[in-house]
């Protein structure tokens, strides 16, 4: 009964190389997250769609670039992989883009 | 940096009501108290969050104090599986809902 889910949960990877990381909710929400931690305590958000349509794109490289084939779903691709792009992702939904998020499990990418 | 501060540990007795406190003394008007909790190894978990009114939902109460410097989340039948890190944020809701700063929050154990 998994909220909020993403794959792979760990990635090890070169730089150059694409990867994509999928995000999937049960939760019937309409709003969907892709979050970046760049330190322990930070969760810096990348973007933000809601019924599918992209609401929020923070400065992202464009290297990154999400994808919502439905409400429940939200993958994240990443082109052309460069060594700082490593860190935990997550994804998160919530009812609207104004309620809390539920968070899914992260994403560990590390760039060789 | 977080504008919050918590507590760094709290106990608590199984069954017993959790009381976490959190001061916010620089919190905005227009931002709201956001609490998350984060198991080890997981992706945070939204549980409440308030303007200036009292909240309560299925996992928890918020009470804000009147002057919004402070508040306090409660957890009314804590739970072994209520040990958790819990996070203490404010931020602004609405349209860009923003990074997420965690402070070093408050490590709660629940004990048998």
């Known amino acids: 009964d998994t909220a909020v889910s993403q794959t792979p949960k760990y990635l090890v990877t070169q730089m150059g190389n694409d990867k994509s990381i999928k995000c999937e909710q049960n939760l019937g929400h309409d709003t969907m997250y892709w979050y970046k931690q760049d330190s322990k305590k930070f969760l810096k958000i990348m973007f933000s769609y809601n019924n599918k349509e992209l609401i929020i794109n923070e400065t992202v490289p464009n290297r990154f670039s999400p994808k919502s084939p439905d409400k429940a779903h939200l993958n994240l691709h990443i082109n052309s992989l460069e060594l700082g792009d490593s860190a935990v992702y997550f994804c998160?939904?919530?009812?609207?883009?104004?309620?809390?998020?539920?968070f899914g499990p992260g994403t560990r990418l590390t760039v060789l | 940096d977080a504008k919050t501060t918590q507590p760094p540990s709290m106990d608590c007795a199984e069954g017993r009501a959790a009381n976490l406190p959190c001061n916010h003394s620089t919190i905005s008007g227009n931002e709201y108290v956001y609490w998350y909790r984060q198991i080890h190894s997981q992706g945070p978990q939204y549980i409440i969050h308030g303007l200036k009114n009292n909240e309560t939902n299925e996992m928890a109460s918020l009470i804000i104090t009147e002057d919004r410097k402070s508040s306090t989340l409660i957890l009314p039948h804590a739970t072994l599986r209520d040990t958790a890190v819990y996070y203490c944020?404010?931020?602004?809701?609405?349209?860009?809902?923003?990074?997420?700063?965690f402070g070093k929050g408050t490590k709660l154990s629940v004990k048998p």
């Open positions: 944020i404010v931020r602004v809701r609405g349209g860009s809902q923003g990074n997420l700063i």
């Open positions: 998160a939904s919530s009812p609207s883009l104004t309620r809390g998020e539920f």
